[in-house]
């Protein structure tokens, strides 16, 4: 049952979802496209022009994730330590600067240790993020502010594969082959958006000169006392969270969810673009981008959605295990289908499974982490679930060789969302047996 809230709260949430989410949205709607930018470039261009064969570009699409991984958690300690307006700019201006020079890249060399350096640049960003909106909203309404934020995600294709494709399309200009221009076409704007992020972003709601004086004391007094009603197990202490068994069973449980997110981003262009040869149907490129865009927008709404259910109920293990069970069947049937438009159906319904399930996952790990805690358990659940990002897109294209289709990669992803599927119910199932438990002594008392 819902608590009433009250006219403070209400307002001050309310000017919260919209004075930071739009930004840091924003934010990551340009961070998503940067690092999916080469899934565009590969089928119009790039993989010609450098001789990529499909593990090759799977290698650079996910050495990525190396560099990413290696600097998450330093990187979020780093943000904690230093605050979110400086971090979140620094991280922004300098993955924007190595995003640029993909406009240059000559080599299938030089395409590995640009990726290499872009996850480099990017490390700690989204975790930041998360960690940084959910430093401003009390727990009930941490799920709705999750949301509305990770919309930016699919609205990264929506709206970038179209733009990326006129992008594309605009070849020779300045001298550039098409997928030159786009890679300089959506790297130049997180620059700017990192310059602005410096001067527009507030650190904690006691520095909120857009909040006025009786919702900065709400939120201020909201966000200490949930801090101080944790109970032990919700440790300060960054080391204990790096050995809590929950956070490494909800990096299993991230790993296959973004293991579904990147073979899918990285590989479905290329899906698309063996339509011709698979159904003899023929696409120009804008349309290509446009047939991209479909299932993300759907997946748009069933996120809000199903979020806004997550919160209204509560967000109970179910809200993540039934979309991972969803995309675990539908993105290995999707390759089954007769026509493009069945299998750009089945793609959305994973895409919607995804996208439903990311949001609501990530408001479970503030439950049992504050402070520096937080910043860790977040860091390495999300690096964790990154090494999906380097093995998802090298695996698909190392079995798509070996097997000549994308029927077998496919079976992979869904085996492994549905791994995530069954750890998060059990994980429901043994918080409910310690919430029993707990009960049970407090009436024995």
Request: hydrophobic share 60%.
């Amino acid at each position: 049952m819902e608590t009433p809230q009250s006219a403070v709260e209400r307002s001050a949430i309310r000017k919260v979802a919209m004075r930071l989410v739009p930004f840091v949205g924003l934010m990551f709607f340009i961070n998503f496209l940067d690092r999916t930018a080469i899934s565009f470039a590969g089928p119009n261009g790039m993989s010609r022009d450098l001789a990529l064969t499909a593990a090759q570009f799977g290698f650079a699409a996910g050495v990525f994730f190396i560099g990413y991984v290696l600097l998450e958690i330093p990187s979020n300690l780093a943000l904690h330590k230093y605050g979110a307006r400086r971090w979140l700019a620094r991280i922004m201006v300098t993955w924007g600067i190595v995003a640029l020079l993909f406009t240059w890249v000559s080599s299938v060399e030089g395409l590995y240790v640009l990726r290499f350096l872009l996850g480099v640049a990017e490390a700690g960003f989204f975790p930041g993020a998360i960690l940084y909106l959910s430093l401003w909203v009390p727990a009930r309404h941490r799920s709705h502010i999750l949301a509305l934020f990770y919309l930016a995600q699919p609205l990264t294709i929506v709206i970038g594969a179209p733009m990326a494709a006129l992008l594309i399309e605009a070849h020779g200009l300045f001298g550039l082959e098409g997928w030159r221009v786009m890679f300089a076409g959506v790297a130049l704007p997180a620059i700017a958006v990192g310059v602005m992020a410096w001067f527009y972003l507030a650190d904690r709601p006691a520095d909120a000169k857009w909040l006025d004086e009786a919702e900065r004391k709400w939120l201020t007094a909201a966000l200490q006392a949930e801090q101080g009603n944790k109970r032990v197990e919700h440790v300060a202490h960054a080391g204990a969270a790096l050995k809590n068994p929950r956070v490494w069973l909800l990096a299993l449980v991230y790993f296959g969810l973004i293991y579904g997110l990147y073979a899918l981003a990285f590989f479905l262009p290329t899906i698309i673009g063996g339509f011709e040869a698979q159904f003899g149907s023929k696409f120009n490129v804008f349309q290509k981008g446009l047939i991209t865009a479909i299932p993300y927008l759907p997946a748009a709404i069933a996120l809000f959605l199903w979020s806004r259910d997550a919160t209204r109920r509560g967000v109970r293990s179910w809200h993540v295990g039934l979309p991972a069970l969803l995309g675990a069947i539908s993105i290995p049937a999707a390759l089954y289908m007769q026509s493009p438009a069945t299998t750009v159906l089945a793609i959305t319904v994973t895409a919607c499974a995804i996208f439903s399930a990311l949001p609501t996952f990530w408001s479970i790990p503030a439950r049992f982490l504050s402070g520096a805690a937080a910043a860790a358990g977040i860091a390495l659940i999300n690096t964790v679930g990154n090494a999906a990002g380097f093995m998802a897109p090298f695996i698909t294209g190392a079995i798509k060789d070996a097997t000549g289709n994308y029927q077998a990669p496919m079976f992979v992803v869904g085996a492994l969302m549905a791994v995530s599927a069954a750890v998060i119910f059990a994980i429901g199932a043994g918080a409910r047996e310690e919430a029993a438990e707990l009960q049970a002594r407090v009436i024995a008392e």
